[in-house]
């Protein structure tokens, strides 16, 4: 007699398993206790890569009114230094390399062509879901000539349908508005709204020493309103294409459109004040963006990305006013020729022209084995006028600038992932066009170089809490198209600038552990950094340019600890230390006095700590409260080499202690929001640049509606 079939019935966490019979059924109950199924979010994944990356959760900061630059400023190794308030000139440095030596990036795509308008300092942190700090070795799929490490900010790429629309007014008469919002229909056609609006007075309080008009002489500190240093930007962001179809993953064909107006007060320092010198941009940027898994072969993946922008900028500096602190002018009888800034009056005008492709392929053989491949095409174009210039100006023709860099990269791990180790290797080419337009002189060069770089980046868990990295890059880093070209006005050009090379090298150690409800993490790095022909920007005056120091080296430390409670209590605190040297023994062929000296103005020894407590049903089933506190530190350092001059009369930007603070309610289960916060809680006297006064105590409330399905 046959048996009869065995039947297997899950009712909810209950297995009833039958067991065989001839001719009966017998079965036997068994209570099955709870399962948890956990997986790696995409923000883990990327913290357990073998670079040294920090990854932060932007969601959890969304109902704050910081842009991307506050909030890049409270983590390891990041230092943005700024001359003064919203849209104000700033310096990004990661573990001692500044500027252009760190690249930037919007979901892989590289935002050096977006112009002045679209950058770090104005984009709200609403449009990124999370943000990659990569130290050191960049990987490979970024495509990037980044010296010392890259940040790359990553959007929200997975809710369907969504709304996300905030508004913040402060003081200094502060305004932000953003939006973010995509549409996605069950045929997968998907449409992506986003823009921002940012706009301030600037007209915080500073202390100034105001000379005699007839005798010259300084007289006592007065505390003044700023009156000519308002700024706005603005950006339109439409995307539209497709998602999850047989002929691609995504693709999406979209235009970005923005603006931005900076009123400029002063130059390099307080002494000199303007109020007629202001500068512009517009972008106009069409761009493309396309996905494929999968791609004609199981495992290969197609990744590409090209965008062309036209960008249009101005400086104006025509008057022939001298101003005041107090608003007040006279009008030149000597010299009506120059501007308020610049040596000559000018009405400078660029166009860039920009353009970027780049496709990546990625080749997963099997769960151990992968192979990447990248290329990445640059192309900066910029040409200028000036109906009012009395010498030749370096753009009546076009200065040009091309790069192709290509990287090849192989990845190993381990079934259990206990083990990956990635090997790979760039080649890094440039060609350039430009002008020598020195004390009157016009003359055209062109400049061509190649070079080729390689590297390995490894890690292993110890324990399964416990992970251990290290990484090591020879790379080279293209002189960008400002750097040589310069912009018309203040940072002149340099025709002769060499690529930079820099040995980068870091081993760390990262722990998460959660015990019950506790939550720890913690990570100690250790850095070093050994760069030739370091290009930085050195001023003279009012006058800046970027140039080549001939050899640098860095090392430091960092960690951080982050404690959560409950999903309630969150308390981090980090530091970083970091000694870049001046490592050249001679200055042509004569002993270089301020050898082993650190480098000037840039600081070495700075930290933050955040601290906040949710309490989740404060009035209501779905209201959430939470109270945040922050703080940042900076260490004194010297404006010049530590070897000019004598101890008394050194110049310093003097150490830094600010505090935040932040009361955010939620309603709705995070629909309706609305944050009140305190920045420069003590009102403290802050300097990023010498004698660059920047904001006091300010306030700021934000309502922020958040929709999705």
């Given amino acids: 007699m046959m048996n009869k079939p065995v039947l297997l019935l899950l009712l909810g966490s209950n297995i009833i398993v039958p067991a065989l019979a001839q001719d009966t059924l017998k079965t036997t109950p068994k209570q099955l206790k709870q399962v948890t199924v956990t997986g790696k979010s995409d923000l ?33 190794g990041v230092k943005i230094r700024e001359e003064g308030g919203l849209g104000s000139n700033y310096s990004f440095s990661l573990n001692g390399f500044t500027g252009k030596q760190v690249k930037f990036f919007l979901d892989g795509m590289p935002m ?48 369907k349908k969504y709304l996300d629309a905030s508004y913040s007014i402060g003081s200094f008469n502060t305004h932000r508005a953003s939006i973010n919002s995509r549409y996605t229909t069950d045929k997968g056609f998907t449409i992506n709204l986003n823009g921002f609006y940012n706009y301030s007075d600037n007209n915080y309080k500073i202390d100034v020493q105001i000379p005699d008009p007839q005798t010259g002489i300084y007289g006592n500190t007065l505390r003044i309103k700023r009156f000519h240093d308002a700024y706005h930007s603005a950006m339109g962001q439409v995307e539209a294409g497709f998602v999850n179809k047989q002929f691609a993953d995504k693709l999406l064909f979209g235009l970005i459109v923005s603006e931005n107006r900076k009123e400029v007060q002063t130059g390099m320092n307080m002494d000199l004040v303007s109020g007629q010198v202001f500068n512009s941009s517009n972008s106009i940027i069409p761009t493309f963006k396309y996905k494929k898994e999968n791609f004609f072969v199981p495992g290969l993946t197609l990744t590409a990305n090209a965008n062309m922008s036209f960008v249009k900028s101005g400086i104006t500096d025509t008057s022939s ?34 353009a970027l492709a780049s496709a990546n392929l ?40 091309s790069k192709n860099i290509t990287g090849l990269a192989y990845k190993y791990s381990t079934l259990s992932n206990r083990f990956s180790a990635t090997v790979f290797a760039k080649q890094f080419s440039m060609s350039a066009s430009t ?93 070093y950094r050994k760069a030739g022909d370091f290009i930085r920007l050195e001023s003279d005056g009012q006058i800046s340019r970027y140039s080549n120091l001939d050899s640098v080296r860095t090392s430091g430390v960092e960690w951080s600890v982050r404690y959560t409670y409950d999903d309630a209590l969150t308390v981090e ?3 970083t230390y970091q000694n870049t040297l ?56 010297y404006l010049f080499w530590p070897s000019q001059g004598s101890a008394g009369t050194k110049f310093i ?14 309603l709705q289960n995070g629909k309706y929001n609305m944050a009140v916060e305190c920045t420069n809680l003590s009102n403290a006297k802050l300097y990023d640049n010498f004698k660059l006064q920047k904001p006091g105590r300010a306030f700021n409330v934000k309502l922020r509606y958040f929709f999705h399905n």
Avoid: C
């Fill in 112 to 159: 050096d062509n977006f112009g002045s308008s679209l950058s770090l300092n104005n984009l709200p942190i609403n449009m990124a879901e999370r943000i990659e700090i990569y130290k050191g070795v960049v990987p490979v799929f970024l495509g990037s000539d980044a010296l010392g490490g890259a940040v790359n900010v990553v959007t929200n790429q997975k809710i």
């Fill in 321 to 354: 006013r001298l101003y005041d602190w107090y608003g007040n002018y006279t009008v030149k009888t000597f010299g009506s020729n120059s501007g308020e800034l610049s040596y000559y009056k000018t009405k400078f005008r660029f166009n860039d022209r920009n």
């Fill in 653 to 666: 930007i003097p150490r830094q202690f600010t505090q935040d603070a932040a009361v955010t309610y939620s």
């Fill in 582 to 637: 001046n490592s050249k023994t001679f200055d042509h062929g004569i002993p270089n006095y301020t050898y082993w000296d650190r480098l000037p103005n840039m600081p070495y020894l700075f930290g933050s700590f955040d601290a906040g407590y949710k309490l989740k049903k404060a009035f209501y089933s779905h209201d959430a409260l939470t109270f945040g506190v922050g703080g940042n530190f900076v260490e004194k350092f």
């Fill in 435 to 527: 002008v020598d337009a020195e004390w009157g002189t016009h003359e055209s060069m062109k400049t061509s170089y190649n070079r080729t770089g390689y590297g390995v980046a490894a890690m292993y868990y110890v324990f399964p809490f416990a992970q251990v990295k290290a990484s090591y890059e020879s790379t080279w880093r293209l002189p960008e198209g400002e750097e040589m070209f310069g912009n018309g006005l203040l940072l002149k050009n340099n025709p002769y600038l060499k690529p930079e090379h820099s040995h980068n090298i870091n081993v760390g150690l990262a722990l998460m552990k959660t015990f019950n409800k506790h939550k720890l993490e913690g990570e100690i790095n250790y850095l």
């Fill in 362 to 401: 990625s080749y997963e053989l099997n769960k151990n084995h992968n192979f990447s491949l990248n290329h990445n095409y640059t192309y900066a174009r910029r040409k200028g006028d000036d109906p009012i210039a009395i010498d030749p100006i370096p753009f009546d023709i076009p200065n040009t600038l």
């Fill in 44 to 76: 883990r994944a990327a913290k357990e890569q073998a670079y040294t990356v920090t990854a932060i959760d932007a969601t959890r900061l969304h109902n704050t009114t910081r842009d991307i630059n506050q909030v890049l400023n409270h983590s390891t």
């Fill in 573 to 575: 605190v980090n530091s």
